[in-house]
Each structure stands twice: as structure tokens, then as C-alpha cells.
């Protein structure tokens, strides 16, 4: 509980949309502060959810303990995030001040110094949350909210910077190439040979930093000579084999590499402009009112030690980064390893290939698999991997791919050097999901922007900080700039993107202030600190931590209403295996995609929506079945009150599936009806069962195993909605489904009658307990017990 002793009261803008407690609660004090118009109200409702904040930080640090006990948290930075998150959601409590910032309703607090990393589906470089500074102004300004009479209100806090957005993934700057060259004319020929040229690199690597370089040759930072160090120096080194797709005995000095990397760049943009301090904060500055920090950075020897009075000092004298280029896309690479004695064969055999110029046309004639594959014989072959972290496509890669040459069938990329169709046909389908380019330049204040270009002066990987610092103090004074000192190993790299407003359907990149702080360890007392992530990170305790993040900010916490005004609605996510349930889950909840997710146990969320006009509870159980032939428990099964049906597009057998599933669900029923309703008329599977099929993974149409028209039968056979959708993708017409179900099983509980007495709406007896009687009822009692959690219990009444 370290953090309730923090002594800043710096705040984070953090774009946790819907997912958090925090965003709802700020809002009600924001609501009822302006209401009551009065700065009396803020501290009240502060008491108040500094009271409910202390005891869910309680709560919560027992169940984090417990998790660490049983060595479920991943080491420390992970769950040194979590605790962070946790943190998050409690300290919003204390943050009176924000109620009276215009517009950030989203904000939630976070001691300036931490930060976690949410954003996973970025590809190589995921970014983090806003940590700016609040600045406490002891005057009104034009941005306060001043009392209704105008008169001076108490001292408030601001943020220190405004940035904006910039949508990456702008549907009019994303041209998809969806034409397929003719293969059987020139021009076709011609456009393919152009594709190809421009897209495929091999590199032969000498070394392991030699591979590093390569792999991260699209992110620059200006006035780095050696950028890669930034953005390698939160690599752990657990984590490099996994990155590259290579064991880690395999990644040492002895051997060579050669790295096949297969990029389409699909939106390229710059942003122009820069970071905005807010006008009446830069007066301010020189001697801007903010708490002591009595912490002490460490910057190296150039820098020299030094103690900061306040994050805003530390920001002047180091300065910051902005992204100014970049380009989304994905790529697909992989590493082969050769012994280094194959140096010079490799090297003439590269000169071959370069010469050749992968022309689609020489490209037939040349077995390049026996050529890099078979003399030298490579040490090992990675894994194929998309920057992505896409499974679906490489799932549909690896067979096509498959080569005998070595002892095993491996997927060798290079084979698709000489099947020009094939390269085609999985160069449409890679999707611009990752970013694959990012330039960060120094800037400062709007109207200063500085390139140092190539830094000759610097060949150690580390820009001179004092170097830096000359050329800033004599064209900028305000600006300064930081670098690591040659005793230390690495950059550390801060991130600090500003108010994020990741909108549902377009990718937004949110510009970043970027703090280089020499090598200094994490500092708790440092203003600014921030690991860049990367995918391949998503380790399954990753995955577990956003999965626990989104649980333990369930809505339900937030909410001020009486229990029975909220009906709650059991939803059973049904599908095959992989067919993206879980995709499908969290875009609903999150709004996000993720890529990959924990395929082992069943998750369950509560997540609160309107439906009709009424609020609802969506307690979602995520389901994840061993096998195609696991048509799940029949308590799971009594348990909902309807279904998504999920079935994947690519998958015939995921189809099959769910048709399965559906007389699986009408046999219980009917065994229902004979032990306890067998004078009943049997009902229709559709009247009675609320459910509705989607089709997933439509953004892979060219790969579609299931055409839309069957999809339609069935629903039309069941008498539900349906619905193709993308995960990957979409986002409101999978929370229409969710919707369209919430309706339907309103629909089926006003027809069943008699209504539900307002003292057991909140466990309104599933449909299968109403078809099945007690015996059903008795069977879901321990599921409810785990459905009933503390938060429900504890809702404060009205
Ligand atoms: N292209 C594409 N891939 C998707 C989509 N939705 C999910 N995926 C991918 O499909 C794979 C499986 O997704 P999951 O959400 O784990 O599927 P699941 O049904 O929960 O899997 P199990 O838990 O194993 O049953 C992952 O690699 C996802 O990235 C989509 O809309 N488009």
C-alpha cells in the first residue's frame, strides 16, 4: 500500500473507456459537482470515495497478495502493472481536483512515475498510458470551472499538456490492394515483380545485434545514432528467443543469420505539428506551483546527479519526443540460423538471390529452398511469425509452406520467394494491424522542432547528453534533452502519450512525449517511467493480467443503483475451438483486440449495458472447449439465459459445430420435458432458447469455408439473429449481437410468465431452470455462488 503514501498528486489521463470503474465514478462526482455547483459537494463525494476507495484497495491488495502467494502474477513488472491498475481504480478517489478538469471525464489517477502498457495490438511498438503531470494553479483560469458566481474557486489541478490523436488507421489513407495482378499477362507479371521487390528483404545478420538492428530498423529516434538500443532496452532477456522465434541456445556468436522479412506497408503517414503546452500553464512555468518531489535521478555521468524539485523541472531539462512518421502494416519474418562457417557461402549465395531480384518469373525456375536450405544446411529454421501476432493467417500459412528438405517438415518462408500465386494470395490477406515504422522527433512547445539527423558525434549508441543539452539551451532554452551515459547499458524509454481516445473502429496512434532517461533503474521518485512492450510478450500471466485487469474493473463496482433495478442476463459464448470467442468477448468489453488469448480455461466478465432502455448485467462466460467434439457441460448450459453462437468463416467444422451444439442443447431440453413438462407442447429451439449466430473472422473472406448464405439457413432455422462479423476489426456490430441477445432473452422472460417477483430479479432463474425444474436449480447453485461476488454484495444502496 505503498501508494496511498505517494505523496504527488499528479494525474494520468487514461483511456480505460467503459472498462473501468474509475471513468464512471469520476463521472458521477463530475456530474453532481456541477450540479450542486458548489466545491463542498467535490469533498464530500471525495470522503466518501476516498472511504470506498480505501476498502476496495484493500480488497484488492489481499487478492493480489493471494495471487503472488500462488505464484500467479508474473514477475515484478507485470505485477508491478497490476498493482498499478489496481491502483488506478482506488486512487480516482482521491482526485477531487480532476472533477473540476473541463472534459476529462475519462481521467483516472496514477502517481506521475507509472504506467502500464494496454495497448498489445500494435505490433512491434504497443503504447502506454498518458502519465503527464498535473499542475496545481492556485488562480482560476479560463479552463477552470469557476463557481456559478463567478467568484474564485480553490486551487486546481491541469494537466500540463494538451495533445491530440491522429488515426492511424484512416479508412481514407488505408487502401487495401485487392485486385490480384493477372498472373497470365505481363502487366501482371510486372505488378507482382514490383510487390515482391519492394516487399521482401532477406538480411543476412553476423551477429545477434546485427538481427536486432534489422528487426527494428523501421523506429528511429532522432539524435540516436543506435536507435535500437531505446526500443531493445526493455527486451528482457527471457523474452528475445521468443521474439525472434528461435530457442535461446540458438542465438549466440557461434552462428549466422539470416533474417526473411516479408512487409506490407499499408498507411503510411506524418503528423505535422506538434505537442501544445496549455497557454496558461506556460506563463506559469518558470515557477509553476507543484508538490515537492524529493526524488533523485540518476542521469548518468554526463548529466551528473542531480535532486528534481518537480516533474515540470524535469521535463524542461530533458525534453521530450514526439512521433512525427510512421506506418502501420504487418510483416511476416522468420530467422534461420546457419553455423558461421557458412558466412562466405551465404554470402555469394545472397549475391545470387539479389541479382535475381525475386522476379516472379525467374522466380519458377529457381528451387530456393535447395538454395538456403539445403547447401549451407541451416542449424535451425525459426518459427514463421507475423508482427501482428495474427495466428489465423499463419495458422493458414504453415501448411502451405511446408518443406522436407531438412530432416523435419518445417514452414520455410523463402518458399514464398517461388510460388508468385501463393505470395499473392497471403500478401492480400496481411492486414494493417501493427506498426511497423515510428520516428520520434524532438520537439517542444508548438513552435520548436529540432532533427539532429545522423549524430556523428555519438558512435556509442548513446546520444552525449551534454551535446544535446548545448544545442538545446542555445537554440530553445526551455528544451532539454536527455541521453544515457557509455556507463550505462541501455536507454530507458518512456512513453507518454496523451488523453488516448482510441476510437472503436480506427487504430489511433497517439502521439507521444518521450522521455529518454539514461539507464537509470526505475526510480519510484522518477516523474516519468515507462517500458515499451512488445507483443511476443503476451505471455500467458500478460494475457491473465488484462484478462484480470478487465475483471476487477468490472462496471458493477461503479454502479450507484439498487441491486433489483439491474436484471442480469447470462450469456454462454458458444463456438468450436479458436473460432475467436474470446476475440469476440473482449472486443465487446474492451473495445479492443488483442490477438491472442488464454486458450486453457474459461473466463468469466460482468459488464453493464442498456438494453431497451433498461440496464442490464451481461455476466459472460467465455467458454473454451478441449476439442470439436466437447459440446460442453450441461450445467454450464442450464446455466445461461441465451447464446452467442460463434462459428468461424474459415471453418466448415467450427459450423458443423454449432449445429451440433444446438441438438446437443435441444436433447437436454427435451430431457427436461420428459422428467418434468411432458404435458407441455415441445417447443421450438428458437422460442425458447434465446441465441444468436455470428460468423467470425469475415475480414478473412478469400479463405471463407462458409458461405454467407448457409450461415443465413441456420439462423433462419433457429429463428435468431445473425450476423458475419470480425473481431479483428469491428466493434459495434459484435455489440449488436451481444445486444440483439440481451433483447431476445428480455423478450423470452416477458412471454414466460408468471413475471419474476423484484426480490429474485438479481437471480433470475436461468430459462433451463424455468424448462428443468428444481433439479436444475439445485445444480446451479455453486455456479452462482462464484457468479456472486463481493462487489455485488457491497453496492452501496441509493
Ligand atoms: N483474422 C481474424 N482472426 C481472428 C478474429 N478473431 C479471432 N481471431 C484469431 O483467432 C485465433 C483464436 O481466437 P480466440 O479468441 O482465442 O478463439 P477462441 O474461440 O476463444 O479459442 P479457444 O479458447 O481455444 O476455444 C486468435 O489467433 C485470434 O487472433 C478475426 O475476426 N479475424
Known amino acids: 500500500m505503498c501508494f496511498l503514501d505517494a505523496q504527488w498528486n499528479f494525474s494520468i489521463a487514461l483511456d480505460i473507456n467503459e472498462w473501468t470503474c474509475t471513468s464512471r465514478r469520476q463521472l458521477i462526482s463530475d456530474r453532481a459537482c456541477r450540479r450542486v455547483g458548489h466545491a463542498n459537494s467535490c469533498q464530500k463525494m471525495t470522503k466518501r470515495n476516498h472511504i470506498i476507495g480505501i476498502i476496495l484497495v484493500n480488497v484488492i491488495c489481499c487478492f493480489v497478495a493471494f495471487l503472488t502467494a500462488v505464484d500467479c502474477l508474473p514477475q515484478q513488472p507485470n505485477s508491478r502493472r497490476k498493482a498499478i491498475v489496481l491502483r488506478s481504480l482506488q486512487q480516482v478517489s482521491s482526485s477531487a481536483n480532476n472533477s473540476l478538469l473541463n472534459g476529462h471525464d475519462t481521467d483516472a489517477i496514477l502517481p506521475v512515475g507509472e504506467a502500464f502498457n494496454l495497448f498489445q495490438s500494435y505490433g512491434l511498438l504497443a503504447f502506454n498510458i498518458n502519465v503527464a503531470p498535473l499542475i496545481l494553479v492556485s488562480a482560476p483560469s479560463s479552463r477552470a470551472i469557476a463557481n456559478a458566481n463567478g467568484s474564485p474557486t480553490q486551487p486546481f489541478s491541469l494537466p500540463l499538456f494538451q495533445m491530440t490523436t491522429h488515426p492511424v488507421l484512416d479508412q481514407k489513407l488505408y487502401k487495401p490492394e485487392n485486385s490480384r495482378p493477372h498472373m497470365n499477362n505481363a502487366r501482371g507479371h510486372q505488378q507482382l515483380m514490383e510487390v515482391m521487390d519492394r516487399s521482401v528483404r532477406l538480411h543476412l545478420c553476423r551477429t545477434t545485434e546485427d538481427l536486432m538492428i534489422r528487426f527494428l530498423s523501421g523506429f528511429t529516434v532522432d539524435g540516436l545514432s543506435k536507435p535500437w538500443w531505446a526500443f531493445a532496452a526493455a527486451w528482457k532477456k527471457h523474452v528475445i528467443p521468443r521474439i525472434y522465434g528461435v530457442p535461446p541456445s540458438y542465438l549466440n556468436d557461434d552462428n549466422v543469420f539470416l533474417l526473411v522479412r516479408i512487409e506490407k506497408r499499408s498507411i503510411v503517414g506524418s503528423i505535422n505539428g506538434s505537442m501544445l503546452l ?101 542449424v535451425h529454421v525459426g518459427k514463421l511469425q507475423l508482427i501482428s501476432g495474427n495466428r489465423t493467417l499463419i495458422n493458414w500459412l504453415e501448411p502451405r509452406l511446408a518443406v522436407s528438405t531438412l530432416p523435419e517438415t518445417i514452414p520455410s518462408s523463402i518458399r514464398l520467394l517461388g510460388a508468385p500465386v501463393l505470395f499473392n494470395l497471403f500478401y492480400r490477406q496481411m492486414q494493417p494491424r501493427a506498426v511497423l515504422k515510428v520516428k520520434l522527433t524532438t520537439s517542444f512547445c508548438g513552435d520548436y522542432r529540432h532533427e539532429y539527423g545522423n549524430n556523428n558525434e555519438s558512435n556509442t549508441g548513446r546520444v552525449s547528453t551534454q551535446m544535446a543539452q548545448r544545442h538545446f539551451v542555445k537554440s530553445a532554452p526551455n528544451v532539454g534533452f536527455v541521453g544515457s551515459s557509455r556507463s550505462l547499458p541501455a536507454f530507458r524509454i518512456v512513453v507518454i502519450p496523451p488523453l488516448p481516445s482510441f476510437s472503436p473502429l480506427s487504430l489511433s496512434l497517439t502521439r507521444c512525449v518521450l522521455v529518454l532517461v539514461a539507464g537509470a533503474p526505475v526510480d519510484p521518485c522518477l516523474p516519468f517511467s515507462l517500458h515499451v512492450f512488445f507483443p511476443f510478450s503476451r505471455t500467458k500471466s500478460h494475457l491473465s493480467f488484462l484478462n484480470s485487469g478487465i475483471m476487477n474493473s468490472s462496471p458493477i463496482k461503479g454502479i450507484r443503483r439498487k ?180 433483447r431476445e432473452v428480455h423478450s423470452v422472460r416477458r412471454r414466460s410468465k408468471p413475471p419474476i417477483s423484484s426480490s429474485s430479479t438479481h437471480s433470475t432463474p436461468s430459462l433451463f431452470d424455468r424448462m428443468l425444474g428444481s433439479r436444475s436449480s439445485a445444480s446451479i447453485g455453486s455456479i452462482r455462488a462464484y457468479a456472486r461476488g463481493k462487489s455485488d454484495s457491497a453496492l452501496p444502496k441509493d
Open 278 to 378: 496549455e497557454p496558461d500553464l506556460m506563463a506559469k512555468l518558470p515557477s509553476p506551483s507543484v508538490p515537492d518531489i524529493s526524488g533523485k535521478v540518476d542521469t548518468g555521468t554526463d548529466a551528473g546527479s542531480k535532486q528534481w524539485r518537480s516533474a515540470v523541472e524535469f521535463f524542461l531539462q530533458f525534453g521530450t519526443h514526439i512521433i512525427t512518421d510512421y506506418s502501420v502494416g504487418d510483416a511476416l519474418f522468420q530467422v534461420i540460423v546457419y553455423n558461421a562457417s557458412s558466412l562466405p557461402l551465404l554470402s555469394e549465395k545472397m549475391v545470387q538471390l539479389r541479382a535475381e531480384q525475386f522476379n516472379p518469373v525467374n522466380a519458377t525456375k529457381f528451387d530456393w529452398n535447395k538454395l538456403l536450405l539445403s547447401h549451407p544446411t541451416p
Open 563 to 742: 441491486k433489483s433495478l439491474l436484471s442480469e442476463i447470462k450469456v454462454l459464448v458458444v463456438g468450436g475451438p479458436s473460432v475467436g470467442k474470446s476475440a469476440l468477448t473482449v472486443r465487446y468489453l474492451t473495445k479492443r483486440y488483442i490477438g491472442e488469448y488464454d486458450h486453457q480455461s474459461e473466463n468469466r466478465y460482468k459488464h453493464e449495458a442498456m438494453i431497451n432502455g433498461e440496464p442490464v448485467i451481461f455476466e459472460i462466460l467465455d467458454t473454451c472447449p478441449k476439442s470439436d467434439k466437447d459440446l460442453l457441460a450441461v450445467d454450464s448450459i442450464q446455466w445461461a439465459d441465451g447464446f452467442l453462437l460463434v462459428y468461424s468463416i474459415l471453418d466448415k467444422a467450427s459450423f458443423d459445430y454449432i449445429q451440433r451444439f444446438r441438438r446437443h442443447v435441444l436433447e437436454i431440453r427435451n430431457i427436461g420435458t420428459s422428467h418434468g413438462k411432458a404435458d407441455q407442447q415441445p417447443a421450438t429451439a428458437s422460442n425458447t432458447i434465446p441465441c444468436v449466430l455470428v460468423g467470425n473472422k469475415a475480414d478473412m473472406v478469400h479463405l471463407r469455408q462458409v458461405p454467407t448464405h448457409e450461415g443465413e439457413q441456420l439462423a433462419k432455422e433457429m429463428e435468431c439473429y445473425f450476423a458475419e462479423v470480425a473481431a479483428a476489426e469491428q466493434v459495434s456490430s459484435i455489440a449488436d449481437a451481444f445486444v440483439e441477445l440481451g
